[in-house]
């Protein structure tokens, strides 16, 4: 099962890519932001790329308190990774994963905000696939065991699952493709909901690879 890790901030030498590499990682997680300190960008994307990894990335701003997400703020966010994705060159069909980063579970009201969120997000790209041919990006959910069964079972379009191990009471969902530990950050690409390239080679197109 490979590896890797996710990172706010940007590598910016080969150096510490390098160490990672050797030591069995093998993909690193990035970040699409409304904030450009914490954007991937085209020079990282090729840096990263030229030391034999991949990229997943992952849209989030703050995204961790309930009153966050809303149906607009969905439309908004995703239209931002859109710009984000077009800058980097990610290739269409890949995924961009969208964060839900605080402790939510089925019966709470705010998974009904969360819910609204990814309606705007899966309607903006729908939006963004009819302008443009049908070609666009995948989408994924992160965040608790609780938050990614729900989405994934409820917006038809999130077919990508990276679940974090915290708040999640030690379950974990049968369709992930990423587990997130608390401890060690690694990321664990397990299994699809369907039939594609695996996750950990989604990013190639990202500078190149």
């Not at 020079?43 to 703050?62: F, H, K, M, N, P």
């Amino acid at each position: 099962m490979a590896e890797g890790i996710d990172r706010a901030a940007p590598f910016t030498t080969a150096s510490p890519l390098q160490c990672l590499k050797n030591n069995g990682i093998t993909f690193i997680g990035r970040y699409y932001s409304g904030s450009d300190w914490k954007n991937l960008t085209p020079a990282e994307a090729r840096l990263i790329s030229s030391v034999g990894l991949w990229i997943v990335t992952v849209y989030q701003d703050a995204n961790n308190y309930a009153d966050y997400f809303t149906y607009d703020r969905g439309v908004s966010d995703c239209g931002t990774a859109i710009t984000r994705a077009q800058a980097v060159g990610r290739p269409y069909g890949t995924p961009i994963y969208f964060a839900v980063d605080f402790e939510v579970h089925t019966d709470d009201p705010a998974m009904k905000q969360v819910e609204a969120y990814f309606d705007g997000v899966q309607d903006r790209m729908r939006q963004f696939a009819a302008q443009n041919g049908g070609s666009k990006w995948e989408l994924g959910v992160y965040g608790t065991y609780d938050a990614v069964e729900y989405i994934a079972n409820w917006i038809q379009d999130v077919t990508y699952v990276w679940q974090t191990y915290a708040w999640s009471g030690a379950k974990s969902s049968a369709t992930i493709i990423c587990i997130s530990t608390a401890t060690t950050r690694r990321l664990a690409p397990a299994l699809r909901r369907e039939p594609s390239t695996a996750t950990v080679r989604t990013a190639t197109a990202e500078g190149s690879k």
